[in-house]
């Protein structure tokens, strides 16, 4: 019997580690490859659907937003069971603003499906309801409020129903 080791036994060594490298990391770069380009075909960078026109109106709304902060009112959105939509409304000095109009919407955080209309009336001073279909889960109202004197207020909120 010989101590010899036998021939025909695999030993690892410094190209076959060499090789695993190259093959593990070659893998992982194709399939980033193949994940960064999908990526890149499906999602065309936009989130708005006309930024062209969004971006000549950004002084517009620079304006706007400075002119609804110089109106020192405040609002806050909730739901009164689940299928009243309750805004108040309060000025500087925390007096109710009365007397407005809206044009309101209601509809899902990620998708456009079952967006809904809003019809706000003056229920007590300064506090306005929207009766809507019973929602539950979370939703995003959006708000935009005049007074008498055509002053604009514009607000978004998420909603979460029971």
């Given at each position: 019997?010989?101590?010899?080791?036998?021939?025909?036994?695999?030993?690892?060594?410094?190209?076959?580690?060499?090789?695993?490298?190259?093959?593990?990391?070659?893998?992982?770069?194709?399939?980033?490859?193949?994940?960064?380009?999908?990526?890149?075909?499906?999602?065309?960078?936009?989130?708005?659907?006309?930024?062209?026109?969004?971006?000549?109106?950004?002084?517009?709304t620079?304006?706007?937003?400075?002119?609804?902060?110089?109106?020192?009112?405040?609002?806050?959105?909730?739901?009164?069971?689940?299928?009243?939509?309750?805004?108040?409304?309060?000025?500087?000095?925390?007096?109710?603003?009365?007397?407005?109009?809206f044009?309101?919407?209601?509809?899902?955080?990620?998708?456009?499906?079952?967006?809904?209309?809003?019809?706000?009336?003056?229920?007590?001073p300064?506090?306005?309801?929207?009766?809507?279909?019973?929602?539950?889960?979370?939703?995003?109202?959006?708000?935009?409020?005049?007074?008498?004197?055509?002053?604009?207020?514009?607000?978004?909120?998420?909603?979460?129903?029971p």
């Amino acid at each position: 019997m010989s101590l010899a080791s036998n021939p025909t036994r695999f030993r690892l060594t410094g190209w076959h580690v060499l090789a695993m490298f190259v093959v593990f990391f070659g893998v992982d770069i194709a399939v980033n490859t193949v994940m960064i380009v999908g990526a890149y075909k499906t999602y065309p960078g936009e989130v708005a659907d006309n930024p062209y026109e969004d971006g000549l109106a950004y002084d517009s709304t620079i304006g706007r937003k400075e002119a609804q902060a110089k109106l020192g009112w405040r609002m806050t959105a909730g739901l009164e069971g689940a299928s009243v939509v309750r805004i108040t409304a309060v000025g500087p000095g925390a007096r109710p603003v009365m007397g407005l109009r809206f044009q309101a919407s209601l509809g899902r955080p990620a998708t456009e499906t079952g967006k809904r209309v809003l019809a706000f009336r003056e229920t007590a001073p300064g506090v306005y309801d929207a009766a809507t279909a019973p929602i539950s889960g979370a939703w995003d109202v959006k708000v935009t409020a005049y007074d008498a004197r055509g002053r604009r207020f514009d607000a978004e909120r998420r909603l979460i129903g029971p």
